[in-house]
């Protein structure tokens, strides 16, 4: 089953321009392989805590109400959205680095280890959203508006999930995220969203770390760091951390 394209302007840190992504939506298998299976947390449509409603506005997406595709088939009801086109800007010899530029688009700039999660519908009931609760390993650039200290938790929000609700298993997915795993550390650039106090998160701003090997959660990003040859996840956070302490001037 698919449906109606539509288009949508979306800001990610990775972009010198702006982003226009097309986005189409299947019926189908999402998970990535390889990968474990998300949990589907138990939920109840429409309750949530205040913080989860601002977030379940955060992300608009076209397409029927989960509910309604799950009338008209059986099992469980997996939908993705596919991957954007990225228009970016003409690049000049002025410009900082892609990676140095989303150091200083984002508010924030931290390792963080995934402890928890929390999904939810989103307020049109068309897709999922997905808090997690990330403890602070390391602060490579602060938020100026909010300070984070080590080992504080703060909470991050991206589009996608898996919940079950009323006994139906539901899950949404990104084509350009692949969704974090609960208990894995990570190198975050995040928004700030200081109606709630918690950060947004973007595929292209989210690098798992594992071991000494580093992976990009967004295709741009995961492009850059192959460009880079860059697969050495502390080599790449020393480079990141050069980056948040020269500044956005560039040279």
């Given amino acids: 089953m698919k449906h109606k394209n539509r288009t949508f302007i ?3 840190l990775l972009a010198a321009g ?3 992504t097309v986005t ?3 019926v189908g298998q999402s998970q990535p392989k390889g990968r474990p299976q998300e949990r589907a947390d138990k939920v109840l449509e429409g309750q949530m805590t205040d913080r989860q409603k601002h977030h379940s506005k955060l992300f608009k997406h076209s397409g029927a109400k989960l509910r309604s595709i799950a009338a008209g088939q059986n099992g469980e009801v997996e939908v993705e959205e596919g991957p954007g086109l990225m228009m970016r800007t003409p690049e000049t010899s002025a410009q900082l680095p892609v990676f140095h530029s989303a150091v200083c688009n984002a508010d924030a ?22 808090d997690y609760q990330i403890v602070v390993d390391e602060v490579f650039k602060d938020n100026a508006l909010a300070p984070i200290k080590r080992d504080a938790v703060i909470t991050g929000t991206r589009d996608g999930g ?13 084509a350009d995220f692949t969704p974090p795993i609960v208990g894995q550390r990570y190198l975050l650039f995040l928004r700030f969203i200081p109606a709630t106090g918690a950060y947004l998160m973007y595929g292209n701003g989210t690098f798992e770390l594992e071991g000494e090997k580093i992976i990009a959660l967004g295709p741009e990003a995961n492009n850059e760091l192959a460009k880079d040859a860059t697969n050495v996840s502390t080599t790449f956070m020393n480079r990141i951390r050069s980056f948040a302490n020269a500044g956005c001037q560039p040279q």
């Fill in 10 to 12: 979306l800001c990610i």
């Fill in 18 to 20: 702006v982003v226009t």
């Fill in 24 to 26: 189409v939506f299947r």
């Fill in 109 to 130: 700039v931290i390792v963080g280890t995934f402890n928890n999660k929390s999904s939810q519908l989103n307020a049109d009931g068309n897709f999922i959203f997905t």
């Fill in 162 to 174: 898996s919940i079950q609700l009323e006994g139906r298993v539901f899950r949404a997915q990104r």
